[in-house]
């Protein structure tokens, strides 16, 4: 059974900083792209960031461009999200998800929730 | 970017209604899109993938359909499970991005 695990997220002041991590099982975690996605309270879906097996390709939303640092480790099946210089609209549950080889999302973790708040 | 817009942001349907929710792209994504459902407190569910492939396990009242920049989801009669928001979301190049989401309420 395909796991993803999110963990780190908490509340934060403005400015702070914050990383994310997503455990993964149940699958070949060097075999898929991976991406994080965000959900602001009441709001809608938001993509964030994606990278691909190796780490070679990164991309950004232009929201989080230049402060977020998306990372992975095959050998530990993780996935990570370096959050720097956070704002109150960064506040969010912010989902690790699966990607498969035709760029749909197949998998999603529970969530972790961040808060940015002073 | 590309720039995914839904309508309608609300849907007040019944059991037993056909639903159509339209997402349409701000340029040609070919057949790169996909449909989520989402219910309150839980992580998204792929619904559909390019464009009109149903996921395993889905319900076949739920289709999909479209190219270019204009698809639709369609349900062909709401059963009270489906009560929730979907959202689409396109994949073209390594950027992807999601509709606002259309909630479907209770009538």
């Known amino acids: 059974e395909v796991q993803l695990v999110e963990s780190g997220g908490g509340l934060v002041k403005p400015g702070g900083s914050l990383r994310l991590s997503c455990a993964a099982s149940g699958f070949t975690f060097s075999s898929y792209h991976m991406n994080w996605v965000r959900q602001a309270p009441g709001k809608g879906l938001e993509w964030v960031s994606f990278t691909s097996t190796g780490s070679n390709i990164k991309s950004y939303a232009d929201s989080v461009k230049g402060r977020f640092s998306i990372s992975r480790d095959n050998a530990k099946n993780s996935l990570y999200l370096q959050m720097k210089n956070l704002r109150a609209e960064d506040t969010a549950v912010y989902y690790c998800?699966?990607?498969?080889?035709?760029?749909?999302?197949?998998?999603w973790g529970q969530g972790t929730l961040v808060t940015v708040s002073s | 970017d590309i720039q995914m817009t839904q309508s309608p942001s609300t849907l007040s349907a019944s059991v037993g209604d056909r639903v159509t929710i339209t997402c349409r792209a701000s340029?040609?994504?070919?057949?790169?899109l996909a449909w989520y459902q989402q219910k309150p407190g839980k992580a998204p569910k792929l619904l559909i993938y390019e464009a009109s492939n149903l996921d395993s396990g889905v319900p076949s009242r739920f289709s999909g359909s479209g190219s270019g920049t204009e698809f639709t989801l369609t349900i062909s009669s709401l059963q009270p499970d489906d009560f929730a928001t979907y959202y689409c979301?396109?994949?073209?190049?390594?950027?992807?991005?999601f509709g606002q989401g259309t909630k479907v309420e209770i009538k």
């Open positions: 340029q040609s994504i070919s057949s790169w």
């Open positions: 998800v699966r990607e498969t080889d035709a760029a749909y999302f197949d998998n």
């Open positions: 979301q396109q994949y073209n190049s390594y950027s992807r991005t």
